[in-house]
């Protein structure tokens, strides 16, 4: 079974990524505007529609996500971003990994995970996200 | 093992579309500048970094490619356009399939796919295709 993988190199410290991925505020920048809930391990954090687990956090280094509530093709899916510090970047390594199948909505998830991992490097690098609803759009009617 | 899955969908009739994918000139307008060859079914299609045999072309529904020369993860791999006229828009699943490995290039490559994708969407909707060397970078040095 695929799984949707992505890379970005981001020009800022891995401290200030790993804040982006680990805080609502920082979520709330470049991936969904009205992002709420505990972001800390173990908490649950809500986007309003999904909620995530936070299943690990390694300071400047992971993020993993359980997804427990959503779309019926995302619940069970683990979502992971693992930072890599490379001389002035920091990669982002991002999989969304244990779909059930891979439906057309995953190809359509694929694509969106390429623009808010855009939008992440945007709001690093320039202070420019796009969070939904103000994301880069794929398809009449996205 | 993973593929890599992506979908856009397209404000333009899918005769558009199979032309943008299955002609020389069409294909240089969104993912590589000096791309050269024969884009007919049978035919290999030089991009410069890699060669790719056009293993099927279905008018306005499939582009199968199939990839004979270029970096060393990508020889033998499969790449599918597939075509699904929907309303005012034509849908494009994009598949790059049998990697051997899922290396952190795939991951790369993964991103860049969602990247040349809306260069396709960009050009057939505005002509504001962005090919390499024109496209959206997405990490230092890229």
Chains 1, 2 share one sequence.
Not at 31 to 53: E, L, P, S, Y
Request: charged share 25%; proline share 5%; net charge positive.
């Amino acid at each position: 079974m695929p799984d949707i993988l992505h890379r970005v190199g981001i020009k800022s410290a891995p401290k200030k990524v790993f804040e982006a991925l680990s805080t609502i505020d920082g979520l709330s920048h470049w991936w969904i505007v009205d992002t709420k809930g505990n972001a800390k391990q173990g908490g649950i954090i809500h986007f309003g529609f999904a909620d995530m687990r936070v299943v690990e956090l390694k300071p400047n280094k992971l993020v993993k996500w359980k997804c427990v509530r959503g779309p019926k093709e995302w619940v069970g899916t683990d979502l992971t971003f693992q930072l890599k510090a490379k001389k002035d970047q920091t990669f982002v390594l991002f999989t969304h990994a244990n779909w059930k199948k891979p439906v057309e909505f995953m190809y359509h998830c694929s694509t969106k995970w390429a623009i808010f991992l855009l939008s992440l490097k945007d709001w690093l690098e320039r202070e420019e996200g796009r969070p939904s609803p103000y994301d880069v759009k794929i398809h009449v009617g996205d």
